[in-house]
């Protein structure tokens, strides 16, 4: 077989891999518990609303649906491109060898050398990154170019403990002590030798479902259109009203595809050189009942599917009031044992799915 050959499996159009993702609050893990639980819904197209590392979409581009992710980080929707858009293009052995190499006619500044010295990579990775930013800025084809971020976005996770951009901490690195988490065998292989690795992932993972798959940038309230099916997997509020700010977490990765505006988007105030941004409404425990009541009410002649945690805010049971108010079923579905990483308590992945009566 070829590798353009796709093989279909009852509905499932599998390619050679399936992206691995290392993005807190992936549902990676529960994909096959989630397809389980909407499979019976009568849709051909389908939102991902807040599509983050894309997995859901990708997925749901495997079933044969025609996919629409959206994500308001725009490294994010790089990665929703790469995947989910894209349906032919791949990065070549002449792509890759350039990426790799500095070029005499390229001008290369050393934005990430000066400004994270000591703070997420050594000196001489911080080079690499600046350099391998402006070859990838060179690439003629923009799906090459997402291509090329997503193996970079995934190079640049795998190297950091906890796999987030959220202090500076480089001397869990570089410490000569003994560790309890992490793998510093993975965080001192070469940018260069993980970067190969993910390139040939995401070349594995272009495929064409004979869909016209979109990806979209756009704050959720600004999407246009009409879907059969919305999928809702929000930041996370814990119980105790701290939101998961994405943009917090993996401001490193936004900057990157912001290069040129990277200085001035820099709150220095932060010893780990965060993006300055205000709060989203999804972190804000007294704005987030009305922003999911918005939400709802804009979605509501679709199918609506909403991924939450039973101990986050709102509660499942008043997301499910909430829901009611816009559509006439509403099922629960719990997936119990699921732990997100890192966690210690017992929360439990929940599906809220709002239908029409003739929606299955």
């Known amino acids: 077989m070829s590798e353009t050959q796709l093989t279909l499996m009852g509905d499932l159009i599998k390619p050679y891999t399936i992206p691995t993702t290392r993005y807190q609050g992936s549902k990676s893990k529960i994909l096959e518990w989630i397809w389980e639980n909407i499979k019976e819904i009568n849709f051909e197209s389908a939102l991902d609303a807040f599509g983050g590392t894309g997995i859901v979409g990708y997925f749901l581009k495997m079933k044969g649906k025609q996919v629409y992710y959206n994500d308001i980080l725009k490294s994010n929707y790089y990665i929703g491109t790469a995947l989910i858009e894209n349906d032919a293009v791949k990065l070549s052995k002449d792509d890759i060898d350039f990426l790799l190499q500095s070029h005499p006619d390229i001008n290369y500044p050393s934005f990430i050398q000066d400004t994270f010295s000591d703070i997420y990579y050594t000196d001489e990775e911080n080079r690499w990154l600046d350099i391998v930013i402006q070859n990838i800025e060179t690439l003629d084809d923009f799906y090459k170019r997402t291509l090329a971020y997503y193996a970079l976005f995934q190079s640049c996770i795998i190297k950091r403990p906890y796999n987030l951009f959220h202090r500076k901490n480089l001397y869990m690195r570089t410490s000569d002590v003994k560790r309890s988490f992490g793998n510093k065998a993975t965080w001192d292989t070469p940018f260069e030798e993980h ?109 609506i599917v909403v991924s939450y945690r039973s101990d986050g805010i709102p509660s499942i049971t008043d997301l499910t009031r909430i829901l009611k108010k816009h559509k006439p079923v509403v099922r629960e579905a719990r997936y119990g044992g699921y732990k997100y990483v890192p966690s210690n308590n017992n929360s439990e992945e929940c599906l809220l799915i709002g239908l029409n009566e003739n929606a299955v």
């Open 195 to 303: 970067f190969l690795n993910f390139v040939n992932e995401v070349n594995g993972c272009v495929f064409s479902n004979g869909k016209e798959n979109e990806a979209l940038n756009l704050d959720v309230f600004d999407i246009e259109g009409d879907f059969d099916l919305v999928y809702i997997d929000t930041p996370y509020i814990s119980k105790e009203g701290v939101g998961v700010d994405y943009l917090e977490f993996y401001h490193f990765l936004e900057g990157i595809v912001n290069y040129p505006k990277w200085k001035a988007m820099i709150d220095y105030r932060s010893k780990h050189r965060r993006i300055k941004h205000n709060k989203p409404v999804w972190c804000d425990k007294n704005k987030i009942h009305m922003a999911f009541n918005k939400l709802f009410k804009k979605f509501q002649n679709a199918a």
